[in-house]
C-alpha cells in the first residue's frame, strides 16, 4: 500500500510542475503530459484506497488521515472530469496542488488501519462520507476556478480564448455537481444518524455548519441560475462557499466537540 501512496504523491508533485510550466509558456504537450502524470497518480491513489478497503474490511473514511486521501482522490476526479470538457491551465495547477497538499498533510497522521466505534459500523458510512466528498471535492475545483476570476479581473487581464467565461462556466456547473452531492450526504447522514443514535438531526456541530454549507451553496445557485448574477459577485459567493466547506472539515474537528469529532483522531 505504501508504494501505491508515495506513486500518487509523485504523481501529482510531477503533474504540478508540467502544469505550472504550461500556465506559463501554454504549450499542447505539457498540458497533455501533465493531464497524463496527473491521471497516473489518481490511479495509484484509487489503488491505495482499494488495497487500504481490502485490509481494513471497510471503506477506509472514518478519520482525518483517510478523509483526507479521499478529498484529494475526489478533488483530482473532477478536475479530470471538467479536463475532458475545456482546457484551464490554472485549474490543473489547482487540482495538483491541493491534491497533493492534503496528501502530505495526511502523511503528518497515523495511518495504521484501527477498528470501527460502533456508531460508524453502518453501510450509511460509506454512502455519507463518498456524496459528502465529491461535493467537497467539486467546491475545492470551483474555489480554484473562482479565485483564478477574482484575480484576473482584478488585474484587468482578459485571458485568451474567452477564459473568464470559461472560469465562470466551470465554477457554475461543478457547484451544482457539487451540490447535489452534498445534499446527498447530508441526507444520508441523517438517515445513519437515526439508525445510530435514534434521531435524524441533533445540531451537532458538523451538521450545523453542513447546513450553513448548505445554505451557502444554495444561495449561488439561487442567484447565479434564477437572478442571473455573475461575474466577481458570483465569484465571491462560490470562494464564501469553500470557506465554509473548510470550516465544516477542519474548524468543526479541531475547534468544536461533538459526535463528530472523532475524525481528528
Known amino acids: ?13 510531477m503533474a504540478l510542475l508540467l502544469a505550472s510550466a504550461d500556465l506559463f509558456f ?8 501533465a493531464t497524463a502524470i496527473l491521471a497516473a497518480g489518481f490511479v495509484a491513489q484509487t489503488a491505495y484506497i482499494s488495497l487500504r478497503w481490502h485490509a481494513a474490511a471497510r471503506a477506509p473514511l472514518t478519520n482525518l488521515f483517510e478523509s483526507l486521501v479521499l478529498f484529494a482522490w475526489a478533488v483530482v476526479v473532477v478536475y479530470l472530469v471538467v479536463r475532458t470538457r475545456v482546457r484551464i491551465p490554472v485549474l490543473a495547477v489547482s487540482a495538483a496542488l491541493i491534491a497533493l497538499l492534503a496528501l502530505a498533510y495526511a502523511s503528518t497522521f497515523e495511518s495504521d488501519i484501527q477498528p470501527l466505534m460502533p456508531a460508524l459500523r453502518s453501510n450509511w458510512l460509506t454512502v455519507h462520507v463518498l456524496t459528502c466528498f465529491l461535493g467537497y471535492g467539486a467546491f475545492a475545483v470551483a474555489a480554484a476556478s473562482s479565485v483564478s476570476y477574482l484575480v484576473s479581473t482584478a488585474r484587468k487581464n482578459t485571458p485568451r480564448h474567452g477564459q473568464h467565461e470559461k ?29 445510530a443514535w435514534g434521531t435524524y438531526w441533533q445540531w451537532d456541530p458538523k451538521e450545523t455548519w453542513s447546513l450553513v454549507t448548505w445554505f451557502v451553496y444554495a444561495v449561488y445557485l439561487h442567484c447565479r441560475f434564477m437572478r442571473g448574477w455573475k461575474g466577481r459577485r458570483a465569484a465571491a459567493i462560490s470562494v464564501a462557499g469553500f470557506a465554509a466547506v473548510l470550516f465544516t472539515y477542519f474548524g468543526v474537528n479541531f ?6 469529532s472523532y475524525a481528528a483522531s
Open 167 to 195: 472560469l465562470e462556466e466551470v465554477s457554475a456547473k461543478t457547484i451544482a455537481f457539487g451540490f447535489l452531492f452534498l445534499t446527498m450526504g447530508i441526507m444520508s447522514g441523517a438517515v445513519w444518524a437515526n439508525s
Open 1 to 13: 500500500m505504501t508504494i501505491a501512496f508515495d506513486l500518487s504523491i509523485a504523481g501529482y508533485f
Open 26 to 33: 501554454r504549450r499542447q504537450f505539457l498540458a497533455k503530459l
Open 255 to 260: 475547534l468544536l466537540s461533538g459526535l463528530h
